[in-house]
């Protein structure tokens, strides 16, 4: 990050410049690299301020330290422009994860002229409500039960076991083909049926 500082009384010590560089690039880190600041150190009797400007591509952050010793108020003013960063970041952080809303397509309103009333033969005019349009409206009902739909019914063998196997073996054989219906026997000869219900835990049912 470019840091430019300005001292309008006296010199500004090599620790002071470090202790900002520091600071600054925790900054950096949150807004970017391409961020700029500007450090001003100033004295009023025995108090030092320090303005601190930070200016990223889309936001601009100022904060003010104030201290008996310049590193004092510098690093109050370091700590707040980071408190704002961060919480720059976050806000970014939650508008992106939230999800666009639908534009709506709104139509610009018809400018109808209006109709322009021409008196009868016996020179009266008509009302207003004479001269004004009726539209004809389809009006669409809905019936109020809902309709059946008729159960579609696939053929499928790929949930019947070839060979006999144990209730692990068939738990993790569904697992790993992806079924949510197995019908395997045992190798003592009983038939089960496992399903898995809509909760995702699988049933075991066995066959008579």
Do not use: C, W
Not at 7 to 16: E, F, M, Q, S, W
Not at 153 to 167: C, D, F, V, Y
Not at 186 to 193: K, P, Q, S, Y
């Amino acid at each position: 990050m470019d840091v430019a500082m300005t001292a309008r009384r006296g010199t500004i010590p090599k620790v002071l410049r470090d202790q900002a560089e520091e600071g600054l690039e925790r900054i950096g880190r949150i807004l970017g690299r391409t961020a700029r600041a500007s450090i001003i150190i100033s004295k009023q009797r025995h108090i030092h301020i320090v303005e601190l400007t930070v200016q990223a591509r889309t936001q601009k952050l100022a904060a003010t330290g104030r201290g008996d010793t310049p590193i004092g108020a510098l690093r109050e003013a370091i700590e707040h422009a980071e408190n704002q960063a961060q919480r720059y970041r976050d806000r970014r952080l939650v508008s992106k994860r939230l999800p666009k809303g639908d534009k709506v397509l709104t139509a610009p309103p018809v400018a109808r002229p209006k109709a322009r009333i021409e008196p009868d033969a016996e020179g009266v005019k008509p009302s207003r409500s004479a001269g004004k349009l009726r539209a004809s409206i389809a009006v669409h009902s809905f019936p109020v039960r809902t309709t059946v739909v008729e159960p579609h019914i696939i053929k499928s063998g790929e949930a019947i076991a070839i060979k006999p196997m144990s209730l692990e073996e068939a738990v993790k054989d569904a697992e790993f083909r992806d079924l949510d219906l197995l019908i395997f026997r045992t190798a003592a000869g009983d038939l089960f049926v496992l399903h898995r219900r809509r909760d995702g835990q699988m049933e075991l049912v066995e066959l008579p």
